[in-house]
């Protein structure tokens, strides 16, 4: 991981580096929590270490008033950037803008809030990521009017008897070069806070049918992240994944067609049928590009009290296989 800030560094310049970039963090998000402090400054460190370290931090930035708390409707704590922290950054050569009012007005941002904490941790392990709000502004910085793109995938949604196209979006993106340096692989995140409709079951299974192709932004969708907030929810996107996979494995594998094995639970692997490289032109054969994963959001981090009479370190954290996904073994 590549973003931690080291101990080794002196305090006070330490302080200053936590300081700085995690007011960075509520202008560029313009609503965090401390887990999000904790995974952007300490994401080296053991978990209890880790958010010891944030808490001490953001204590300091909300008394000298460059951060402010707030409490929302889920009762979650969280910060907004105020103008003495504008002013903070600024006299530091940094552009920044209040967030304060927005985040007063927030009664449940906790999607946008699991979103960026995904970002985050992508980061963390040395990946660029997005949050779908600053993957839209990269796909649209150039365009006007009616060539603004709208999704980053293009999709036949099925419901019944009937089917529309739809413009698919990701809640948050994460990109990696692949080793040949030949293609730019694409992970895409669904936050899923409730469970989905039939419309919305229907989407994340055209999704998952598109793993291996190539998306809006020229990249390569290569894995796809369902996060759900609970085991029920989780559940039923497993549900939906394990019928599609039901479904496809009944049918022979040619072009256009998926094939999905669940190789450990939660996980499956996608087998298409794709051109081979360097060999004849034209012939085909079965080949795995990609995966899907279904997990659940570590909800028990942001809600961790550290104390001397703490035992154990909490599951999910950087030093396991489940930041920002679990990857296939």
């Known amino acids: 991981m590549s973003r931690g800030l080291s101990k080794e560094i002196p305090t006070t310049?330490?302080?200053?580096?936590?300081?700085?970039?995690?007011?960075?963090?509520?202008n560029r998000f313009r609503v965090i929590r401390t887990i999000d402090v904790a995974v952007a400054c300490f994401a080296e460190r053991p978990f209890k270490?880790?958010?010891?370290?944030?808490?001490?931090?953001?204590?300091?930035?909300?008394?000298?008033?460059?951060?402010?708390?707030?409490?929302?409707?889920?009762?979650?704590?969280?910060?907004?950037?105020?103008?003495?922290?504008?002013?903070?950054?600024?006299?530091?050569?940094?552009?920044a803008a209040s967030s304060v009012r927005r985040v007063s007005d927030m009664s449940n941002p906790e999607h946008r809030l699991w979103a960026q904490f995904l970002v985050l941790a992508s980061e963390a392990r040395g990946l660029a990521a997005l949050t779908e709000q600053e993957l839209l502004q990269e796909l649209n910085r150039s365009k006007t009017g009616k060539s603004m793109v709208q999704g980053l995938l293009k999709v036949n949604v099925?419901?019944?008897?009937?089917?529309?196209?739809?413009?698919?979006?990701?809640?948050?993106?994460?990109?990696?070069?692949?080793?040949?340096?030949?293609e730019v692989a694409t992970t895409w995140f669904e936050?899923?806070?409730?469970?989905?409709?039939?419309?919305?079951?229907?989407a994340l299974a055209a999704l998952a049918m598109r793993v291996?192709?190539?998306?809006?932004?020229?990249?390569?969708?290569?894995?796809?992240?369902?996060?759900?907030?609970?085991?029920?929810i989780q559940q039923r996107a497993l549900a939906v994944i394990r019928n599609l996979a039901k479904v496809q494995g009944e049918?022979?594998?040619?072009?256009?067609?998926?094939?999905?094995?669940?190789?450990?639970?939660?996980?499956?692997?996608?087998?298409a049928f794709v051109e081979?490289?360097?060999?004849?032109?034209?012939a085909m054969a079965d080949a795995v590009v990609g995966h899907v994963v279904v997990q659940l959001l570590p909800t028990w981090l942001p809600k961790a009290r550290v104390t001397s009479e703490s035992q154990t370190e909490l599951p999910g954290w950087f030093d396991e296989n489940y930041l920002p996904y679990r990857l296939p073994g």
């Open 13 to 26: 310049i330490l302080q200053t580096l936590i300081c700085e970039r995690a007011l960075l963090l509520a």
């Open 49 to 95: 270490a880790a958010l010891t370290a944030a808490q001490r931090a953001m204590r300091g930035m909300v008394k000298g008033k460059l951060l402010k708390r707030y409490r929302t409707d889920r009762f979650q704590t969280v910060y907004g950037l105020t103008q003495k922290g504008v002013d903070w950054l600024e006299s530091r050569g940094k552009e």
């Open 158 to 182: 099925s419901t019944g008897s009937s089917g529309s196209w739809v413009n698919l979006r990701p809640d948050a993106v994460c990109r990696e070069r692949t080793s040949g340096g030949t």
């Open 191 to 202: 936050v899923d806070r409730s469970k989905r409709g039939a419309n919305r079951e229907a």
């Open 212 to 232: 291996g192709s190539t998306l809006t932004d020229g990249t390569v969708l290569r894995t796809v992240v369902v996060c759900a907030r609970t085991e029920r």
């Open 251 to 271: 049918l022979v594998l040619i072009e256009g067609r998926r094939h999905f094995e669940e190789v450990e639970p939660g996980v499956f692997t996608v087998t």
């Open 276 to 282: 081979t490289k360097g060999g004849k032109r034209g």
